[in-house]
């Protein structure tokens, strides 16, 4: 079962916009990360945030979590050709001490 | 630091064959974790050990699938028979830290089956 999803399921951008995803979870946790990967490759770690943290910021990279709501975004802000991938928020079960992958937000950046 | 090593990258075989999968960690990361990705979709855990210990093995077809982790470091994951639904990338990631710190992935091997 997946814990966490994302919305959008795809997103196109020009380059320079940003770009916003967000992920809702159902059950409490210890933090979420972000990953990308790209076509055929594997997940590169992004960003964790933990639970008691709002936001955090990495480079063109900020995430939210709203524990409250059950749910975070990324914002990619400038962005580039570079940056299309797809997106997957992962969630790290406070209950259980696993890693679930949501389905993803697929982002396509033309230039 | 080297990555997560995974061979083959990619295999072909008929329903009702037998495949293997093998992974090489991060060195001195403890914790080692097997991912199905069907296309479009997400990974979906199938195996985490802590060690050469099974952690978390609740989504693995334990009746086709199989998996090891010998003295800790290197880990295969095998299916026998396989189905057509076992089309998929299969993911190898390990971290340092059950849960708390990042997974670092391997680029997967890619399955087709016939």
């Known amino acids: 079962s997946q814990q966490g999803e994302e919305d959008p399921q795809a997103l196109s951008i020009q380059e320079g916009e940003n770009a916003t995803m967000n992920c809702s979870y159902k059950t409490s946790i210890n933090n979420l990360q972000w990953y990308r990967q790209n076509s055929g490759r594997g997940l590169v770690h992004l960003i964790l945030?933990?639970?008691?943290?709002r936001e955090k910021h990495s480079g063109r990279l900020r995430v939210t979590l709203d524990t409250s709501k059950k749910s975070s975004s990324l914002l990619i802000t400038a962005s580039r050709a570079a940056d299309t991938a797809s997106y997957f928020c992962?969630?790290?079960?406070?209950?259980?001490?696993?890693?679930?992958f949501g389905g993803g937000t697929r982002v396509l950046v033309k230039p | 630091e080297a990555g997560v090593a995974q061979s083959p990258r990619y295999k072909i075989i008929e329903k009702r064959q037998s495949v293997a999968f093998w992974c090489n960690p991060i060195s001195g990361h403890a914790t080692l974790y097997w991912y199905q990705q069907i296309l479009g979709q997400g990974p979906k855990l199938l195996i985490q050990f802590q060690n050469n210990g099974v952690v978390d093995d609740s989504q693995l077809p334990k009746d086709r699938f199989s998996a090891e982790r010998l003295k800790g470091v290197d880990s295969t994951l095998k299916i026998q028979p396989a189905k057509l639904e076992d089309s998929a990338v299969y993911l190898c990631?390990?971290?340092?830290?059950?849960?708390?710190?990042?997974?670092?992935f391997g680029n997967g091997t890619r399955l087709t089956v016939t």
């Open positions: 945030i933990r639970s008691n943290e």
């Open positions: 990631a390990s971290s340092m830290d059950r849960g708390r710190s990042p997974l670092h």
């Open positions: 992962a969630t790290d079960e406070a209950a259980g001490n696993k890693l679930t």
